[in-house]
């Protein structure tokens, strides 16, 4: 059971990242795991990088997509329109702000 398959696709509400496998969720403050978060971006309640912009999100993970085949474009590009609809990125982007 260490590494469950998650059944329906979700997606972390910070870097966009597909958790596929429970192991690879965030951490709550006592250990248990954060549904909404991944293992790279939260831990123990917090995230990892407190202060990353939505524009330092784009610049680590445009890194991340190119190493994995994507264009450096086509990775902006994505990032550009999903990361803003995340949850940690969103409440940054209300009318009221």
């Keep these: 059971?260490?590494?469950e398959r998650i059944q329906e696709q979700v997606?972390?509400?910070s870097c966009g990242m597909p958790i596929?496998?429970?192991s690879l969720l965030g951490t709550d403050r006592d250990g248990s795991k954060?549904?909404?978060y991944c293992m790279y971006?939260?831990?123990t309640g917090e995230f990892k990088q407190p202060d990353i912009s939505l524009q330092g999100m784009t610049d680590l993970c445009t890194g991340f997509m190119v190493q994995d085949g994507m264009t450096e474009d086509t990775a902006?590009?994505?990032l550009a329109e999903q990361l803003p609809r995340l949850k940690r990125w969103s409440a940054?982007?209300?009318p009221e702000a």
């Design 1 to 3: 059971m260490e590494h």
């Design 11 to 13: 997606f972390c509400q």
């Design 20 to 22: 596929q496998d429970a």
């Design 34 to 36: 954060n549904s909404e």
């Design 41 to 43: 971006c939260y831990e």
């Design 76 to 78: 902006r590009q994505l």
């Design 92 to 94: 940054l982007q209300s």
